[in-house]
């Protein structure tokens, strides 16, 4: 059996076997596919509710989220979105991207936001910053400014 190849403008028949052509004809098993529709994707972008890179995040989604992250990614979202000020979240392509919904949020120090952050430092610790050479500032309000 032979297929068309095309090289330089040209079409060139090439021969291949059987079970090269069986191979590339052979449909994969659907619950491994990428999502193709968008349907899933709007859902989780109206929850994300930070309105940029939609471009990008369609795109991101079609190409490599499946049908069994998506509960996963659901759920991280809903927690993600309600202790992150929508400031301080990732743009929704960065999230997907970097696979945010794997990470535990308690881990990743996003309750509460740059206040939660603050209240949970001890005096101790921000005079420690005051001191250290990394550039860190001086008083609680300069924190806040620093993590702007």
Known sequence: MEIPIREN???????CSKSIIDLLTSEVKR????????????????LYSKKTTKKLAVAYWKKHITEDLIPKIMKHTKSYVD?????????PIRYLKY???N??????????????YIERL??????????TSSGFPL???DIENWFI
């Open 99 to 101: 696979e945010k919904y």
């Open 139 to 141: 008083n609680i309000k």
């Open 9 to 15: 403008g040209r079409v060139r028949w090439v021969k």
């Open 31 to 46: 619950t491994n596919l990428p999502i193709s529709s968008t349907e899933e994707f709007d859902k989780w972008y109206n």
């Open 103 to 116: 990470d535990a949020l308690k881990a990743m120090g996003y309750e509460g936001g740059i206040e939660g």
């Open 83 to 91: 202790k992150t000020e929508k400031c301080y979240r990732l743009d």
């Open 122 to 131: 001890s005096d101790d610790e921000i005079r420690e910053m005051g001191k």
